[in-house]
Every structure is written in C-alpha cells, then in structure tokens.
C-alpha cells in the first residue's frame, strides 16, 4: 500500500484533523467532543435510552453512563425513570450550551470545506455515504 494515495489514509488523516479542531473550538465551552456529540444526539432526539445514545456517539454504554453523569453533574442533562428505561433530555442550559456548540462545529466545519463548491460538497457528502454502505455500516 502507498501511504501517500491511501484513501484510508487520508480519511483518517482529515478524521483527526477535524477533530483536533473541534476540540480547540470546543474548549472555551468545557466540552469534549464526545459531550458534543452527545448533546447534540440529544438535541435532536429527547429521551433517547443509554444504549442508542452510546452507538450514535460511537462510545460502549459503559462509557456513556460516565459520559452522562458528567453531563448531569454540570447541569447540562436531566435523566427521568431508571435503569433500561432511563431517558435522557438537556436541562434548559444544555439547550443553551448546544446552540454555541453548533455554531463552533459548524464553523470548523467550514474552514474544513472552505476550499469546496455546494456541489463538491455535496459529492464527497455522498461518496462517503455510499462508502460507509459498501462496509455494512448503517448511514
């Protein structure tokens, strides 16, 4: 394999570069990308249970449930009912914190796509969708 033509290569490359990003616009805000993520999943999906929270931030429930502890520990989410059929929901400052949160992520998302037209974008949106479904995974 040539490392400088490597597909995988340079998507892990851009997966690292982006994030390091979204650490650094993130931290004025005492967020990891993982809380983000989370908030965000959160956002847009109330109530959602541990299990599917954890697979849509890619982490393992256990490290959801100490995600979410320390979400719930800031104030920043609210947990009703126990065990399997724990929902969790943002707090009225969770709600506060994910608009600056989106704004910061979206903006690091377009310095990243800064040098792309609306229908590159769009193109690379949709081939690595199509290369997410070639290995079996959900899109």
Do not use: W
């Not at 599917?52 to 989410?77: C, K, S």
């Not at 059929?85 to 709600?95: A, D, F, I, K, N």
Request: aromatic share 2%.
């Amino acid at each position: 394999m040539d490392v400088d033509s490597s597909i995988g290569y340079a998507l892990k490359r851009t997966a690292t570069a982006l994030r390091t990003a979204m650490e650094a616009s993130l931290r004025s805000l005492g967020l990891s990308v993982p809380q983000y993520s989370c908030l965000e999943i959160l956002s847009a999906r109330p109530e959602i249970s541990n299990a599917d929270l954890a697979r849509g931030v890619f982490v393992t429930r256990q490290a959801m449930h100490q995600l979410l502890g320390g979400l719930q520990e800031a104030g920043l989410v609210s947990a009703v009912g126990s065990g399997r059929v724990q929902r969790y929901s943002l707090t009225p400052e969770g709600q506060r914190v994910i608009v600056a949160a989106s704004a910061a992520v979206v903006a690091v998302e377009e310095r990243m796509l800064s040098g792309l037209g609306a229908a590159e974008r769009r193109r690379l949106h949709d081939d690595l969708e199509r290369c997410t479904a070639a290995l079996g995974e959900r899109a």
